[in-house]
């Protein structure tokens, strides 16, 4: 069996581990996925899934819950998404001790992470999702570069008539908020549909705008939007490159992930592209 550590509130770090698995060919029936994320209900029939409370991830019961785990199922593989020592420092003592093989799934994290956590574990592979991964930190035997490809979802259903601005960001209902004020700044009398995981409630958005609860963004929602507004998370943002012409960029602030960094690279590749 093959143990993955995806550790994150949001969608994003769902998405993008499933993503990751169907293009390597791994067979659900084989992999174990630990999550603290309550989306669980995201993930496609035939995944193991082992979903566990935030705090659990900082208890004294994890780490003989981790044993117990490998243990049980013969766990040969250990893989790591993002956090190398895990998002508290949980997975040292388990990674020291595990004798197989060990995978981590790597893209931007803020220096204050390897400030928290100094000693980084050794890794038999490391695939490197993105630019701007600081491979200074890290501790790797064999290192592959992955061009990231999100998977854009079949139609949506409902119908929506242009012309509209669409929001993409799953959460939290603040930051949600936020954008949905940034779009209006710039609308004239296009109609506001948004994409997200949490709740929002009528009273905060006018009556002709639409809220598509825990709705993947489809292809041709994506083209006919006369703008999109969204953070810089990892999988929104690479998903929205093709759309820089009329994307509205608003990187948030969080505790490890760096989308201000993410942000600054890409544009500054694109303006380098760009300088003739």
Known sequence: MILIYAYGSGLGHLKRVISFLKRQKYNPENCILLTNAKFSDFWELG??????????????????????????????????????????????????HFQGEKILLSRILSNCYFE?????????????????????QLHYGRIRYLDYQENISEEISITIEPSYFLIIHSQPLSEVLHLYRLAKMYRTNQKVVILTATV?????????????????????????????????????FHMLIPYHKKWICNPFPRTFDDQFLRKDIYYKKVKYLHKD
Do not use: C, R
Not at 116 to 131: A, G, S
């Open 47 to 96: 995944w193991n899934i082992m979903q566990k409370e935030d705090l659990f991830f900082s208890s004294e019961e994890f780490l003989s819950f981790i044993e117990n785990v490998i243990s049980e199922n013969n766990v040969h593989t250990f893989m790591v998404d993002v956090f190398p020592t895990g998002f508290y420092g949980e997975l040292s003592t388990s990674l020291i």
């Open 116 to 136: 928290k956590n100094p000693n980084i574990l050794y890794f038999d592979q490391i695939f490197v999702m993105e630019e701007g991964v600081n491979l200074s």
């Open 200 to 236: 929002i409630s009528q009273e905060n958005i006018k009556p002709k705008d639409l809220v598509l609860y825990q709705q993947k963004p489809s292809q041709s929602l994506l083209d006919k939007a006369e703008k999109i507004f969204s953070g810089a998370g990892f999988n929104t």
